[in-house]
């Protein structure tokens, strides 16, 4: 009976739960994973960098699939629908957060360019994805090159981001950790998204509780074998690390939204649905809070040894809810969060009747 008071009833259940709640687990991971950086201090790192570095394969490739899964429906429109629906939406929170990022934290982390570097900075985040809000970047792109290629057969789409994942993955044209790369090798995950999709969303209402727990078991597994045989420590961009990469990340993206439905049925984890219908907001604003902890943690001259492996976890905690309370207290300001008004294609001119 106790377990039954904590599960959720199908009228209690909002439908879809489940995403938003994959969309709260991708962005902890990804904002835990920024606290580990060492841009003003390394004390906080401790051991964190190693166990974070565990979740490559199951990060990004979650976060950009549940980006990905509302997609199919505006990538059926025209596309001049798309570019004011999406793409200028993006582009904007693009250009404005990365200016914001030039101008506050590129000072504060990495240090005063001058006048001369700052207008390098700028210029260049058109042609180079901007480090703190990369991902807007990638999923602009996204949207501009998964419109062209929707109406090809699914197994083409899928060779496509295939082939684009291998070949930044392997570092050929750029290091596999650029964020030109990052934006090249997790298209296809966004790929399957818009494509299955809209029939996992059909499918998951059919699904039981145990039927959740075979993709995590199956992705730990893969883990486990893959770092057993070597191919996970292998050189990156040789081709068992990139099979090993390729096979553990779609893995990963089963098993997280696997765990999210899982999670979904508890109301215990009310606060995880809420966090995922925010992480637009919570990305675009964690850096800034992670800024002020690490200046924080760098002004104490001796940081106690048993304190330090908590630090990456309070840092995590402070940036995502510093990020939830300042979008509480500029959301009236919307132009931050969303395209603005003005900002649209202008409307076509149509043609006068002739009489």
Same mark, same amino acid.
């Given at each position: 009976?106790?377990?039954?008071?904590?599960?959720?009833?199908?009228?209690?259940?909002?439908?879809?739960?489940?995403?938003?709640?994959?969309?709260?687990?991708?962005?902890?991971?990804?904002?835990?994973?920024?606290?580990?950086?060492?841009?003003?201090?390394?004390?906080?790192?401790?051991?964190?960098?190693?166990?974070?570095?565990?979740?490559?394969?199951?990060?990004?490739?979650?976060?950009?699939?549940?980006?990905?899964?509302?997609?199919?429906?505006?990538?059926?429109?025209?596309?001049?629908?798309?570019?004011?629906?999406?793409?200028?939406?993006?582009?904007?929170?693009?250009?404005?957060?990365?200016?914001?990022?030039?101008?506050?934290?590129?000072?504060?982390?990495?240090?005063?360019?001058? /006048?001369?570097?700052?207008?390098?900075?700028? &210029?260049?985040?058109? %042609?180079?994805?901007?480090? !703190?809000? @990369?991902?807007? *970047?990638?999923?602009?792109?996204?949207?501009?090159?998964?419109?062209?290629?929707?109406?090809?057969?699914?197994?083409?789409?899928?060779?496509?981001?295939?082939?684009?994942?291998?070949?930044?993955?392997?570092?050929?044209?750029?290091?596999?950790?650029?964020?030109?790369?990052?934006?090249?090798?997790?298209?296809?995950?966004?790929?399957?998204?818009?494509?299955?999709?809209?029939?996992?969303?059909?499918?998951?209402?059919?699904?039981?509780?145990?039927?959740?727990?075979?993709?995590?078991?199956?992705?730990?597994?893969?883990?486990?074998?893959?770092?057993?045989?070597?191919?996970?420590?292998?050189?990156?961009?040789?081709?068992?690390?990139?099979?090993?990469?390729? /096979?553990?990340?779609?893995?990963?993206?089963? &098993?997280?939204?696997? %765990?999210?439905?899982?999670? !979904?049925? @508890?109301?215990? *984890?009310?606060?995880?649905?809420?966090?995922?219908?925010?992480?637009?907001?919570?990305?675009?604003?964690?850096?800034?809070?992670?800024?002020?902890?690490?200046?924080?943690?760098?002004?104490?001259?001796?940081?106690?040894?048993?304190?330090?492996?908590?630090?990456?976890?309070?840092?995590?905690?402070?940036?995502?809810?510093?990020?939830?309370?300042?979008?509480?207290?500029?959301?009236?300001?919307?132009?931050?969060?969303?395209?603005?008004?003005?900002?649209?294609?202008?409307?076509?001119?149509?043609?006068?009747?002739?009489?």
């Amino acid at each position: 009976m106790g377990i039954e008071l904590g599960l959720r009833t199908p009228a209690q259940k909002p439908r879809e739960r489940w995403i938003d709640v994959a969309k709260g687990i991708a962005i902890i991971l990804v904002v835990f994973l920024h606290s580990t950086f060492d841009y003003r201090t390394s004390v906080h790192e401790w051991q964190w960098v190693d166990y974070s570095a565990l979740l490559e394969t199951f990060r990004m490739p979650l976060f950009f699939f549940t980006a990905g899964l509302f997609a199919s429906k505006v990538l059926s429109k025209s596309f001049r629908e798309l570019v004011n629906l999406r793409v200028l939406r993006f582009g904007w929170l693009y250009v404005l957060w990365s200016t914001l990022a030039v101008f506050i934290l590129t000072p504060i982390l990495v240090g005063w360019p001058g /006048v001369a570097g700052t207008a390098g900075y700028l &210029a260049s985040m058109f %042609v180079i994805p901007n480090p !703190a809000t @990369w991902f807007i *970047f990638a999923i602009t792109v996204y949207f501009l090159a998964a419109w062209p290629i929707r109406r090809l057969p699914l197994p083409v789409q899928v060779i496509i981001g295939v082939a684009l994942t291998l070949f930044f993955q392997s570092g050929l044209l750029t290091p596999a950790d650029s964020e030109w790369a990052k934006v090249g090798k997790y298209f296809l995950f966004f790929l399957l998204a818009v494509e299955f999709g809209p029939r996992l969303r059909r499918w998951v209402p059919s699904l039981r509780w145990w039927h959740t727990l075979v993709a995590p078991i199956v992705y730990v597994a893969g883990v486990v074998l893959f770092r057993w045989i070597g191919w996970l420590n292998a050189p990156v961009g040789s081709p068992s690390q990139m099979a090993a990469w390729l /096979v553990l990340s779609v893995l990963a993206v089963a &098993a997280g939204c696997s %765990v999210a439905l899982l999670v !979904a049925r @508890w109301a215990a *984890f009310d606060w995880l649905f809420w966090l995922g219908s925010r992480t637009l907001q919570v990305y675009l604003l964690h850096w800034y809070f992670l800024t002020i902890g690490w200046l924080a943690i760098a002004a104490v001259p001796v940081m106690p040894s048993a304190v330090v492996p908590f630090l990456a976890p309070l840092l995590t905690a402070f940036a995502i809810g510093g990020s939830l309370i300042v979008h509480r207290l500029t959301e009236r300001a919307s132009f931050l969060y969303g395209k603005p008004a003005w900002l649209r294609l202008p409307a076509r001119r149509v043609a006068a009747q002739q009489l």
